[in-house]
């Protein structure tokens, strides 16, 4: 069986993922057209080796992070993002958003800053209560209490809005627990694009 497997997995310069990554000549139309519409980037090859995995992940990331969609400005949901992965150790995730973030911003040098630590980067009161609310629901969802749902009601989200950002949160846990399970690791050209 490991012989047949390692037929269909791309010899790379380094790992990619502890599980087998398929080279793009062996995933069908759909699934090779699903890897490109990402760009190509190490995440969504390494979930290919699984299509159905890929086109749920896939399908609930373009959702959840459409700039068009969503009832929280794409800079708030990216915030959530980096704030759930830093705080997870998910190196491959925090590095990602933390691009997409600074994208958003307009601003690489500040999303850094967050990335590093929310504390130094001066955040709005939103902002703050948003990271805080993230990071409570990473780790210890139990503490969360209404004072936190007040606080973002006072700083003018709506309930819809904070079960958005309480939805963000939660899925970058299970997220960030997929690649940091299989060792999926980042791309090399985020680093490139926060130097």
């Known amino acids: 069986m490991a012989e047949v497997l390692t037929e269909h997995v791309r010899e790379e310069p380094h790992v990619l993922s502890r ?9 069908d139309e759909e699934i090779r057209a699903l890897v490109e519409r990402h760009g190509g980037d190490n995440w969504i090859r390494a979930l290919a080796l ?6 749920r992940f896939a399908q609930y990331f373009e959702g959840l992070f459409d700039p068009a969609g969503g009832r929280l400005p794409i800079e708030e949901r990216e915030l959530i993002a980096v704030i759930v992965s830093r ?4 190196g491959l995730c925090a590095i990602h958003h933390a691009h997409a973030l600074g994208t958003a911003l307009g601003d690489r ?3 850094r ?3 590093l630590d929310h504390h130094l980067a001066d955040l ?3 902002q703050l209560a948003l990271a805080e609310i993230a990071e409570r629901i990473t780790t210890s969802p139990r503490e969360v209490r209404p004072a936190d749902f007040d606080r973002l009601r006072a700083l003018g989200l709506s309930d819809a809005d904070i ?3 309480v939805e963000t949160a939660s899925w970058f846990n299970h997220t960030n627990r997929i690649f940091i399970a299989t060792g ?5 050209k985020y680093f490139t694009a926060l130097a």
Request: charged share 20%; glycine share 2%; with cysteine.
């Open 50 to 55: 699984n299509p159905a995995t890929a086109r």
């Open 109 to 111: 040098a500040r999303a």
């Open 19 to 27: 599980l087998a990554v398929p080279a793009p000549d062996t995933l």
């Open 87 to 90: 705080t997870n150790g998910c």
């Open 184 to 188: 999926v690791v980042p791309d090399e």
């Open 163 to 165: 079960l958005e950002a």
């Open 124 to 126: 709005s009161p939103r």
């Open 113 to 115: 800053r967050i990335a």
